[in-house]
């Protein structure tokens, strides 16, 4: 195998890890359903349809506030007193944004706990 050899593969496998990104990750179902998670407990905080337009304030107390605005088949975190502010940053998830964002169906405010997932389905 020559050197030439070598670089062909690697691109073969770059283009197929490409693809696979853009294209193997896509879901079929719509997302119907936002879940809301504060804190490492199991079950969701709350469980809002995506097409009831309204905003979800969480105030954990010790200056810990997230409000999560759901609006137009789509979701985010419209504001947070985390000090990064890297949740607020993620921007709006829809259904068609969720198939190609590196956090696909979520947004994660990790300094104050709060978790935002788009599920398919009740």
């Not at 964002?101 to 389905?121: H, K, Q, T, Y």
Request: with cysteine; proline share 3%.
């Amino acid at each position: 195998m020559t050197g030439r050899d070598i670089w062909i593969a690697l691109a073969v496998i770059a283009a197929a890890l490409v693809l696979y990104l853009f294209f193997g990750r896509t879901k079929t179902a719509s997302a119907a359903y936002v879940n809301v998670y504060v804190g490492t407990g199991g079950a969701p905080y709350s469980h809002v349809p995506l097409n009831e337009d309204r905003t979800i304030r969480i105030d954990q107390g010790g200056g810990k506030i997230n409000e999560i605005e759901i609006k137009d088949g789509g979701v985010r975190m419209a504001y947070s007193t985390c000090q990064n502010q890297l949740c607020v940053h993620e921007g709006v998830v829809t259904d068609e944004s969720r198939r190609h964002r590196a956090l696909g169906d979520w947004i994660v405010c990790l300094p104050n706990g709060v978790s935002i997932e788009m599920v398919d389905g009740p």
